[in-house]
């Protein structure tokens, strides 16, 4: 692989669709203004980066001075910048959102089973004079939960935690270890499309991973909605009372491709979400669920 010397990121880089990719994962990676990975996404999560910076900022607002500790976890946290496939630009990962935001979190706990994308992260945040804690490992493996739980104290302490897998790998009894006895908001990713790609070939462990055994089995035209009904249950049964969804669809044909969940514990965490995803990254009033 060939080395780069890091460069500081620049405040607002210039797009670059012909970015050259990162040697050796040039399908994962491209190599960003400040010469580290930046991974490769699609338009449509330009919509989740606002949601999640949207959420983190009002969150932090709110609750300054009403905890002793305002910590944020992300259990897949990529390289801390991404390239927007097609437009070419160059935008802030949810690590990177959760460190700048202000009023700071007091303590942070980011995991990736990638080690690309951690190495880059700690090299990130270090530019930046952050000092995070950083796992690289499998967010499902019960040490690397105990590990994240271990870095985040637990008395008088509001969690947020962002859940956003690449693709069908997020397990109920990942939410439940890691929540438990904690007060924590979750930002989830519900790949609703991955679980219909795995319901029509068939692949019923993927989505047994995601839901659990007893996931609906119910007509394909009402399946969608029903995986969504058994999910707000199942969050129920982990204690998250209040949950609230926008479905996200693709820029071009508008297909729906996930759910970006909020659950919480507290009503005023579905409130606030509600509040602050009224409207779209592009600024009018969003036409999802």
């Not at 990676?29 to 910076?53: C, Q, S, T």
């Not at 089995?217 to 926008?246: F, I």
Request: net charge neutral; proline share 8%; charged share 20%.
């Amino acid at each position: 692989m060939a080395e780069f010397a890091y460069s500081p990121f620049p405040t607002d880089p210039e797009p670059d669709p012909n970015a050259q990719r990162w040697p050796g994962r040039e399908n994962d990676f491209v190599v960003a203004p400040d010469l580290l990975p930046a991974r490769i996404v699609k338009a449509h999560n330009v919509h989740k980066k606002f949601y999640i910076e949207s959420y983190t900022g009002i969150v932090a607002k709110a609750m300054k001075g009403k905890w002793s500790n305002l910590a944020y976890i992300d259990n897949y946290c990529g390289p801390g910048v991404c390239w927007v496939e097609g437009s070419g630009e160059f935008v802030t990962g949810s690590p990177l959102i959760a460190m700048e935001t202000q009023p700071a979190f007091s303590h942070f706990a980011f995991v990736d089973k990638d080690s690309v994308c951690v190495d880059a992260l700690r090299n990130r945040a270090a530019a930046r004079g952050y000092s995070p804690q950083i796992m690289c490992g499998d967010s499902n493996d019960p040490a690397v939960i105990d590990w994240i739980r271990s870095s985040i104290p637990r008395q008088h302490t509001l969690a947020l935690a962002l859940l956003d897998p690449q693709g069908c790998t997020l397990e109920p009894a990942t939410i439940e270890s890691l929540a438990r006895d904690r007060r924590m908001d979750l930002m989830i990713n519900l790949p609703v499309q991955g679980l219909v790609r795995n319901l029509g070939a068939g692949n019923f462990a993927a989505i047994e991973r995601v839901l659990g055994p007893n996931y609906p089995t119910c007509p394909p035209n009402e399946w969608r909605l029903a995986v969504r009904e058994h999910y707000k249950d199942l969050l129920r049964g982990l204690g998250y009372e209040y949950s609230s969804s926008k479905e996200v669809r693709a820029e071009g044909n508008r297909t729906p491709i996930y759910d970006f969940i909020l659950a919480s514990k507290h009503k005023l965490g579905k409130k606030l979400f509600d509040g602050v995803t009224k409207n779209t990254v592009h600024g009018q009033m969003s036409i999802f669920g």
